[in-house]
């Protein structure tokens, strides 16, 4: 789900579908998996099924002022943060213990000393800002653009290296949109009173920021009306988010000689050298367009200009790791742009960040403490019984053909699976970690992941790689690798428990198994071989049933509305709800054949079926600020919560059984409309 959506212990997973010996029946657990107290009772489950699961928990648990959303995955999120923590300090206190503790115990106790930070003030970015003042022209602001790419500090553009889509075998360098601050191209375009709102929130916070740089109060005023009118024109130039879901639309290949004539202005075949590629003669571009767009913009604006966005990029790049001043203006702009009320603690801004710079470095000390070996053998195991149940999904289908289904379950049993943590782990050679240079610290991390990307180039693919880190309470699907992965902090209730009954975690976990494999099979995903490469598997036919289908699931959920007005964007977010649906359709099945699935022995009062679906519900439980929801609705690809969980299960028969619901009730459709895709 990076694409939303590991689980800690050390025991057997109860009843595996595949299990060699019969499973016992299921008993009333100690804990309540499945507890009323959260459940709002009053409300009929066919009529909001989402509330009727979750009601009182909602109730009961508001968005703490430090953040701009509560639900199941940030409870989980804020456990993984506590133990980064303990690690990290205790880390701290046994720096002797080898470089793995120095690095990480050295750069949390840089940036929490918050009073060294304070008295550099904004002393770490002055040369680099003394460096744009003195650019003659163009050309050297693009050098200076391209040396800064290898500092960490992005702008202008997106540039990285990744696999060819077209020959996974192979990395190649990639030019994408960027050079924008706000969260989406249409902040800067629509006209609507919240887009307006947040426009002068920026315009004012760009002014405050030249301010703490110590620019005169009608210089910094006018340095925020170059930056909004520059970065306007690049959202305009910018593809939309849905258009950027079509992997073939984004796949552009030029040799870098016939790329430069597109940009007569920024010849790439001297600016990558700059960058720190060499030997490449051709690059990937996800959108020519916005490149041409570029090239002229730079020729339309003045050099000065030019000079004052890139000094914000370095200004805006570098504010959360300077003072206070900083921090605080950083954090006024968010509250407008999310609604959050107070600032996240110090501590847990430094866990996330160390997380994100040397996340195997901590996430080894976070395996060893919290993830053991046997935990990931009882996922191979679940994992192994929902590809059998998707496996007889393909086979059952009555709208794709012999031919394709054939191609499908090669695609399904050629999943490579990464559960908890990587085989290998990466060593940050050459990253110097000092307990007294907090920015320093932060550089050589941005350096050395920047090096670490450009020197894949020539070698090759990696397959072992990981992209989210052990402590990350997510899961995601790899459409190049077409892999699966788990990290191992997602792996915790209510997502997954050794002692909760088969329903609970099928419910859970099996479901978050099932839309990952799903998004191999996504209106995306699908459009990947077995072997990850881009390239058409389907007859025309069964391209044609299955767009048919995917536009069904497209239309409901642009009937879905948040905040009154704002519509859930069918098409940003059908990947996912695809997904969703898949998932948890392949996830009911395998539970039908545990021992518990085939019975109808009830646990506190309800069914095994009923307790299936409850748990679906109970991970999509999540309050959300409004402003942070208007923000999703624009920028994230997963449905909001409710609309995860109810628009799913409306289209499953089995739901409408397990719940009696019937014509009349509010989440009620015709058998006849209840789409079935996977």
Same mark, same amino acid.
């Given at each position: ?9 050390a ?8 299990a060699?010996?019969?499973p016992?029946a ?8 499945i507890?009323?107290q959260?459940m709002?009772?009053s409300v ?7 509330q009727?699961?979750?009601g009182?928990? %909602?109730?009961s ?8 959303s509560?639900g199941?995955f940030n ?17 701290g ?10 690095m ?7 940036g ?8 550099k003030?904004?002393d770490?970015?002055?040369s ?10 163009k050309e050297a602001?693009?050098d200076?653009m391209?040396?800064?790419r ?15 889509r077209k020959?996974?075998s ?5 030019l994408s949109q960027?050079?924008?601050t706000?969260?989406?191209r ?6 609507d ?11 004012d916070?760009l002014t405050?920021?030249?301010g703490l ?20 024109a690049?959202a ?14 984004t ?27 060499s030997g ?5 571009v ?7 767009s ?15 966005y ?7 790049g570098?504010a959360?790791?300077?003072?206070d001043?900083f921090?605080k203006q ?6 407008? %742009?999310?609604?959050?009320?107070e ?10 960040l ?6 195997d470095?901590?996430?080894q000390?976070?395996?060893q403490?919290y ?5 990931k053998?009882r996922?191979i ?8 149940s998707?496996?007889?999904h393909?086979?059952?289908l009555d ?7 054939k191609?499908a379950?090669n695609k ?5 699976r ?7 782990w ?8 000092t307990?007294n240079?907090?920015?320093?610290n ?6 050395w992941?920047?090096?670490y990307?450009i020197n894949?180039? $020539?070698k ?17 699907y ?7 992965a ?15 009954d088969?329903?609970?975690?099928? $419910?859970g976990i099996?479901?978050v198994i099932?839309?990952e494999?799903?998004?191999g099979?996504d209106d ?8 990850g490469t ?19 699931v497209?239309?409901?959920?642009f009937g879905?509305?948040?905040?009154d007005?704002?519509?859930?964007n $069918?098409k940003?977010?059908?990947?996912e709800?695809?997904?969703?649906l898949?998932g948890l ?8 054949k545990?021992?518990? $699935?085939?019975?109808?022995t009830?646990?506190?009062?309800f069914?095994?079926?009923?307790? @299936? @679906?409850?748990?679906w ?5 999540i309050n959300v600020?409004p402003?942070q ?6 920028t994230?690809p997963?449905?909001p919560?409710?609309?995860?969980c109810?628009g799913?299960?409306?289209?499953m028969d ?12 509010k ?12």
């Amino acid at each position: 789900m990076k694409k939303q959506l590991a689980i800690l212990s050390a025991v057997a997973l109860a009843g595996s579908v595949l299990a060699t010996t019969p499973p016992k029946a299921p008993k009333a657990p100690q804990r309540k998996f499945i507890d009323p107290q959260n459940m709002d009772m009053s409300v009929r489950p066919g009529d909001n099924f989402y509330q009727y699961a979750n009601g009182n928990w %909602l109730k009961s648990n508001p968005v703490p002022a430090s953040k701009t959303s509560w639900g199941s995955f940030n409870e989980l999120r804020e456990k993984s943060v506590q133990a980064m923590k303990d690690l990290l300090e205790g880390a701290g206190k046994n720096t002797t213990k080898g470089r793995l503790y120095q690095m990480v115990g050295d750069f949390y106790a840089s940036g929490m000393d918050s009073a060294a930070i304070d008295r550099k003030g904004f002393d770490p970015i002055k040369s680099d800002l003394s460096r744009i003042e003195q650019l003659a022209n163009k050309e050297a602001a693009l050098d200076e653009m391209a040396l800064q790419r290898k500092q960490g500090n992005g702008m202008l553009y997106g540039f990285f290296v990744s696999q060819d889509r077209k020959n996974v075998s192979k990395y190649l360098p990639q030019l994408s949109q960027g050079g924008t601050t706000l969260p989406d191209r249409d902040y800067y375009l629509k006209n609507d009173p919240r887009s307006q709102k947040i426009r002068d929130a920026y315009r004012d916070h760009l002014t405050k920021m030249f301010g703490l740089i110590g620019e005169e109060p009608t210089k910094a005023s006018q340095n925020a009306d170059i930056i909004l009118r520059f970065e306007t024109a690049l959202a305009k130039a910018q593809m939309a988010r849905v258009e950027m879901r079509d992997p073939y639309k984004t796949y552009n290949k030029f040799t870098v000689t016939d790329f430069s004539k597109q940009t007569p202005h920024m010849n790439w075949a001297g600016l990558m050298p700059k960058m720190g590629v060499s030997g490449q003669d051709t690059v990937l571009v996800q959108s020519p367009a916005f490149f041409r767009s570029v090239d002229s913009l730079l020729t339309a604006t003045p050099i000065e200009d030019l000079k004052v966005y890139m000094r914000w990029n370095i200004v805006k790049g570098a504010a959360p790791y300077l003072s206070d001043a900083f921090v605080k203006q950083n954090f006024a702009f968010t509250k407008v %742009l999310t609604g959050q009320k107070e600032q996240t603690p110090r501590w847990q801004r430094m866990s996330s960040l160390i997380d994100g710079t040397l996340g195997d470095m901590l996430g080894q000390l976070y395996v060893q403490q919290y993830f053991k070996p046997e935990a990931k053998q009882r996922m191979i195991t679940l994992v192994d019984n929902l590809e059998a149940s998707f496996k007889e999904h393909i086979q059952a289908l009555d709208w794709m053909s012999e031919e394709t289904k054939k191609r499908a379950t090669n695609k399904l049993v050629s999943f490579k699976r990464k559960i908890g943590y990587p085989d290998k782990w990466k060593n940050y050679d050459g990253v110097e970690i000092t307990r007294n240079d907090f920015f320093g610290n932060v550089k050589a991390a941005g350096k050395w992941s920047y090096n670490y990307m450009i020197n894949r180039l $020539g070698k090759p693919v990696d397959k072992t790689e990981w992209g989210m880190t052990p402590p990350t309470v997510n899961a995601y699907y790899n459409p190049v690798n077409n892999e699966i992965a788990f990290p191992a902090a997602i792996l915790q209730f209510p997502f997954f428990d050794a002692e909760a009954d088969d329903a609970v975690n099928y $419910g859970g976990i099996g479901a978050v198994i099932g839309h990952e494999m799903t998004h191999g099979f996504d209106d995306s995903g699908r459009q990947y071989d077995a072997d990850g490469t881009l390239r058409d598997w389907w007859t025309k036919d069964d391209a044609a049933n299955f767009k048919e289908r995917a536009g069904k699931v497209e239309a409901q959920f642009f009937g879905f509305k948040v905040l009154d007005t704002l519509a859930v964007n $069918g098409k940003l977010t059908l990947g996912e709800n695809l997904a969703d649906l898949g998932g948890l359709a392949i996830a009911y099945d395998a539970f039908k054949k545990t021992k518990q $699935g085939k019975s109808n022995t009830k646990i506190d009062g309800f069914t095994p079926d009923q307790r @299936f @679906f409850l748990s679906w519900g109970q991970i999509w439980r999540i309050n959300v600020l409004p402003e942070q929801q208007a923000q999703l609705i624009l920028t994230d690809p997963h449905a909001p919560g409710q609309y995860r969980c109810n628009g799913p299960i409306s289209n499953m028969d089995v739901w409408y059984q397990a719940f009696n619901v019937k014509p009349g009730d509010k989440m009620y459709k015709p058998k006849e409309e209840r789409i079935k895709v996977w």
